[in-house]
């Protein structure tokens, strides 16, 4: 067994990572801000990951041999209106991480996105040059450049539009949103020109897990295996969850006037990690399956 340290523990993949690493008894302890500790499964610990001083130290007193940086500010169009902000945490705090995981000689799996990614020629391999447009995505190819630089040989692990359930407080995820929305019977406006690889938030944890105890390096997709529009991905929702498609409302994203640019023709080409991970990306119909299954477990539980 390891010692792990997961950053972002109170997000979507790291709370999963966490968990799932707990379970496999491994001792992991999961920083960010505002984590809180998780009774009798792991320890977390409150850290401002773009205080490079306190990563440092944090990092040399805690001595993980894996460190799975799922840190991010990920909302686009935030990222957009505050790009002093967008790079602290997408920068400034992967490069603090990745230095601190160098100087402890741990093995880094540092999460990043398809938005690296311009959207032209899409899905994407691990090989294709990123051409980031937009502060969130050109923070988080820098991101990447500075995990390569800081802590060679390790992982670069690209995924896009994660959802799960439950989702993370105070924010939907793209597949906790459609639930709500359309289970209270609300229509829901879908980019139709918009290519993704929706990706089951315990599947991409999964990856992360083995990338992290198998020690593998280099550049990785760990995203979901099925790639399609946004409106197609509602309707596949719609049909295992019992929803109606017709509350489905087509869109163009220049419709919207969105503050951020976003990829139109992305999604991720899944086939070194089918071929070599032995948790696989999951399809579409297997991943939303899963994803019903959380959801309903929580609405028995409640």
Not at 180 to 199: C, I, M, N, R
């Amino acid at each position: 067994m390891s010692r792990f340290v997961v950053t972002g523990a109170n997000g979507l993949v790291g709370r999963r990572a966490c968990a799932l690493l707990a379970q496999k008894g491994h001792a992991v302890v999961g920083l960010g801000r505002g984590v809180r500790r998780a009774a009798g499964a792991h320890d977390y610990e409150e850290l401002d990951l773009t205080r490079e001083a306190d990563v440092a130290q944090s990092l040399s007193r805690l001595a993980p041999e894996v460190i799975l940086h799922c840190a991010s500010m990920t909302e686009v169009d935030a990222c957009e209106k505050a790009p002093g902000a967008a790079y602290a945490a997408n920068v400034t705090a992967t490069a603090a991480v990745a230095r601190g995981a160098h100087e402890a000689g741990a093995h880094l799996v540092h999460v990043s996105t398809d938005y690296v990614f311009d959207g032209a020629a899409g899905p994407y391999g691990e090989d294709a040059v990123p051409n980031p447009g937009g502060v969130y995505a050109v923070t988080k190819h820098m991101g990447e450049q500075a995990a390569r630089v800081l802590a060679p040989g390790c992982a670069i692990a690209r995924t896009a539009v994660v959802y799960g359930w439950p989702p993370v407080e105070g924010r939907l995820n793209f597949g906790a949103w459609l639930v709500k929305t359309l289970g209270a019977g609300q229509p829901v406006k879908l980019f139709e020109d918009q290519v993704v690889s929706p990706s089951f938030a315990e599947n991409v944890a999964a990856m992360l897990v083995e990338l992290g105890e198998r020690r593998l390096g280099g550049t990785w997709n760990t995203s979901g295996a099925t790639v399609l529009d946004r409106v197609a991905f509602g309707r596949a929702l719609c049909e295992v969850f019992g929803f109606d498609a017709g509350l489905i409302v087509p869109t163009k994203m220049a419709d919207l006037k969105l503050s951020a640019p976003r990829p139109l023709r992305s999604g991720l080409k899944t086939d070194k990690a089918r071929e070599l991970l032995m948790e696989k990306p999951l399809a579409l119909e297997e991943s939303l399956k899963r994803f019903h299954a959380t959801w309903r477990r929580a609405g028995e539980a409640r």
